[in-house]
């Protein structure tokens, strides 16, 4: 069974910065997507960064000149630094894996609160 586990949310000032990880365990095979998704209160789930086993990575305009997506798959984590935080970044975050090979997969972490605060 993969799961996968977030660290790394917290409160910080507007212009802070935090990086979240995801570590995923179990039979993820070789070939997957991670993504971070983000959940602010009353609104839906929105994409925020994509990034392939090619080292493609998509992020949304929103915050492409802010945040990078990164992943070590040795360790099978994936990483997203966030900096110059603004209030409209504060969400819960959650990380996704979705196999691109193979049987189909899709698996979602736990869930990381980001408050950006003064």
């Known amino acids: 069974q993969v799961q996968l586990a977030e660290s790394g949310g917290g409160a910080v000032p507007p212009g802070g910065s935090l990086t979240l990880s995801c570590v995923a365990s179990?039979?993820?095979?070789?070939?997957?997507?991670m993504s971070w998704y983000r959940q602010a209160p009353g609104k839906e789930r929105e994409l925020v960064a994509t990034?392939?086993?090619?080292?493609?990575?998509k992020l949304v305009d929103s915050v492409k000149d802010r945040f990078t997506i990164s992943r070590d798959d040795n360790k099978k984590t994936t990483f997203l630094q966030m900096n110059n935080l603004k209030p409209e970044d504060t969400a819960v975050y959650y990380c996704?894996?979705?196999?691109?090979?193979?049987?189909?997969?899709?698996?979602w972490g736990q869930g990381s609160l980001v408050t950006v605060s003064s």
């Open positions: 990034i392939t086993n090619g080292n493609i990575k």
């Open positions: 179990g039979s993820t095979g070789n070939f997957y997507a």
């Open positions: 996704n894996l979705q196999r691109i090979s193979g049987p189909y997969l899709e698996v």
